[in-house]
C-alpha cells in the first residue's frame, strides 16, 4: 500500500511540477530576433520606399512598432553581431575583424545564454558571424570557435554561410524542398515552433539571414516579383554628390572598389535587383514564422523583433557598402511587434534614436530580466513609452576596422552628427563634418566649416568629448584597442598617432596583391 501512495505522491508531484512549469511558460512571453545581412532602412516598404515589395515587414511594422532612426553603433558585421548579443560597444566587446574575437565571459553575459539559464528553450539558425574563444589563434569561419552547445536547437554556420541551403550543414536537409538558404532558415524555424511547444518552455529563437549580403544571389522561386522592374536612384547617388565629403570617406575601398553600383546602368539595375530580391525572400520567410506561430497556437504571446547588423550605402555619394556612419550604411529597419499591446498602440512610429546596443537589454526585459549593468543599450519599451524623454539621446558611431584612413569616431543625435575623420598625411588633414539630419538625411550639406552653424559645432564637440571620454573609462585593454584612446583624441597630432597606424588604403592593397 504504502508504494501505491508513494507512486501515486510521485505522479502527483510530476504533474504540479509540469502545470507550474506550463503556467510560469505561459507567463513570459516567447521572443523571435530575426537579422538580416546588410539591410539598409531605405530597402524597406514601410521606410516610404515605393520601388520595393515586402508586404510581411510592412504588416509587422503596421502590427507593432517602427523605429526611424535605428543605427548600428558599428557598420560591420562581425562587430555588430557580438554589440547585438551583448549589449555593449565594440570598444568594450573587443569583437572585430583586425581585433580579436569575443571572450567567452562576455558571451556568457549574452541574451541567448542569459534566457537559456532562466529556463528559456533557445536556438539560432543562419550566421553566426563571430568567434568566441580565449585563444590568439582563430577565424570565424570555423565552427571551433563557435558556441553550438549554448543552444537547445542549432542551426547555424561559421563564416559567412551558404546561400545554397546544401552547403550548410546544419540545415541541409531543407535542401530539396528549400534549396535556397533563406526560405530553408523559415523551414527551419516552423520545426523549432514545434518543438519549442513541446518543450513546455518560454522559447527564444534567433534567427540570421545571410540575405542581401554579397554575393548577390537571390532565390529564383522569387524572381517574377521585379520582373521588368527599373529602379531611381537615390537622390545622393553618384561621385558628384560626394565632393562635399571627406577625403578620408574616400580614401578606400567603399569609395574606390564596389565598381558594380556605377559600372553602367545595367550593372546598377541588376545589383539594386538583386539586393531588393534578396530582402524579399527574408520578407517570405518573416511571413512564413508569422504563420507558424497561428499554426502552433503561440502568436498571441510571441514577440518578434526584426532588425539588419549593418546597413549598405547602395552608390549613395558613390559608395559601396557599409562601414562609414553615414546613413545608408549605419542605419537598418527596426521593428518590434509585441501581440500583448492593446489596438490602440498599434503602428506607432519613434522618431527617438536607437542602436543595436538596445537589442540585447529589450530582449532580457520583455523576458522578465534586469539588464546587466555593463550593457550600454537602452530598453526599447521605455523608448516606445516615453519617447520624449529620449529626444535628446546621443550615440556613438565608430569605424574601428580597414585602412588608417577611414578609422573614425562620430556621435548622432536625433538631428545631428558630427564625425571627426582622424587620419592625416600629406594628402589629407583631420576632418570634421557636421550634418543637420533633421533636415538633411542624405548628408548634401557639411555644416562644419560654416560660421553661422559654429554654436552648433561646438556643441556637437562636446558631446563627442564626452562619449569620447567614456570610451576611454570602459574600452577592453586587449586586442588593439587602447590606440584609439589616441587616435579619437581630437588634439592628438600625427606624431602621436603613427606608432599605432596599420596602414594606408594603398599600402594594404598592395600587400593583399603580394599574398
Given amino acids: 500500500m504504502k508504494s501505491i501512495n508513494m507512486r501515486n505522491s510521485i505522479i502527483l508531484l510530476g504533474f504540479y511540477l509540469s502545470l507550474t512549469c506550463a503556467l510560469h511558460a505561459q507567463d513570459r512571453p516567447n521572443i523571435i530576433f530575426l537579422l538580416s545581412d546588410d539591410q539598409t532602412s531605405i530597402a524597406t516598404g514601410c521606410y516610404g520606399n515605393d520601388q520595393v515589395v515586402t508586404p510581411n515587414m510592412d504588416n509587422l511594422a503596421e502590427d507593432g512598432v517602427m523605429f526611424k532612426n535605428h ?4 557598420a560591420i558585421c562581425m562587430a555588430s553581431r557580438a554589440t547585438i548579443m551583448t549589449g555593449m560597444y565594440e570598444y568594450k566587446t573587443g569583437c572585430n575583424f583586425l581585433h580579436g574575437p569575443l571572450h567567452p565571459e562576455k558571451f556568457k553575459k549574452s541574451y541567448p545564454v542569459i534566457l537559456r539559464e532562466a529556463g528559456y528553450y533557445t536556438g539560432f539558425a543562419g550566421k553566426f558571424g563571430f568567434a568566441v574563444t580565449e585563444g590568439n589563434d582563430w577565424t570565424e569561419k570555423s565552427m571551433d570557435v563557435i558556441p553550438k552547445d549554448a543552444f537547445d536547437v542549432w542551426g547555424g554556420g561559421p563564416g559567412q554561410t551558404n546561400y545554397s541551403t546544401a552547403k550548410n550543414e546544419s540545415i541541409a536537409h531543407y535542401a530539396e524542398k528549400y534549396p535556397h538558404s533563406t526560405r530553408a532558415y523559415g523551414a527551419w524555424a516552423n520545426d523549432f515552433i514545434k518543438s519549442a511547444k513541446q518543450s513546455g518552455k518560454p522559447f527564444c529563437m534567433s534567427i540570421s539571414f545571410k540575405a542581401p549580403h554579397l554575393p548577390f544571389t537571390p532565390d529564383a522561386y522569387f524572381d517574377y516579383v521585379y520582373k521588368g522592374k527599373t529602379y531611381k536612384k537615390p537622390l545622393n547617388y553618384g561621385m558628384e554628390n560626394a565632393a562635399h565629403l571627406s577625403p578620408q570617406s574616400k580614401a ?57 547588423d549593418n546597413g549598405y550605402s ?35 512610429v519613434v522618431e527617438s534614436i536607437t542602436g543595436n546596443i538596445d537589442i540585447a537589454p529589450t530582449i532580457l526585459e520583455y523576458a522578465g530580466i534586469k539588464p546587466l549593468k555593463n550593457m550600454d543599450g537602452e530598453k526599447l519599451q521605455c523608448i516606445i513609452k516615453k519617447p520624449q524623454k529620449y529626444s535628446k ?9 580597414g585602412n588608417d584612413e577611414i578609422q573614425e569616431m562620430s556621435v548622432v543625435t536625433k538631428d545631428w552628427k558630427y564625425i571627426y575623420w582622424q587620419y592625416s598625411d600629406d594628402r589629407m588633414q583631420p576632418t570634421e563634418e557636421l550634418f543637420n539630419i533633421g533636415n538633411d538625411r542624405i548628408e548634401m550639406n557639411n555644416l562644419a566649416k560654416l560660421s553661422t552653424y559654429e554654436g552648433q559645432l561646438n556643441k556637437m564637440r562636446k558631446l563627442y568629448d564626452k562619449e569620447y571620454n567614456y570610451m576611454v573609462k570602459h574600452m577592453m585593454l586587449g586586442n588593439d584597442y587602447p590606440k584609439y584612446k589616441v587616435l579619437f583624441d581630437r588634439n592628438a597630432v600625427l606624431a602621436d598617432k603613427k606608432a599605432f597606424l596599420i596602414g594606408t588604403y594603398k599600402e594594404m592593397k598592395a600587400k593583399k596583391k603580394k599574398k
Wanted: charged share 25%.
Fill in 252 to 308: 578606400g575601398r567603399q569609395y574606390n572598389e564596389y565598381t558594380f553600383w556605377r559600372d553602367s546602368e545595367e550593372s546598377y539595375q541588376d545589383a539594386i535587383k538583386k539586393y531588393n530580391q534578396l530582402i524579399h525572400g527574408v520578407d517570405y520567410a518573416l511571413g512564413m514564422i508569422r504563420k507558424s506561430l497561428k499554426e502552433q497556437g503561440v502568436s498571441d504571446n510571441t514577440i518578434i523583433i526584426f532588425t539588419s
Fill in 71 to 74: 543605427y548600428n553603433t558599428t
Fill in 393 to 401: 539621446r546621443i550615440l556613438t558611431l565608430t569605424n574601428m576596422w
Fill in 314 to 348: 547602395c552608390g549613395a555619394h558613390n559608395f559601396g557598402g557599409k562601414v562609414f556612419p553615414y546613413e545608408e550604411a549605419s542605419k537598418s529597419p527596426l521593428i518590434v511587434y509585441d501581440p500583448r499591446e492593446p489596438q490602440n498602440r498599434r503602428g506607432k
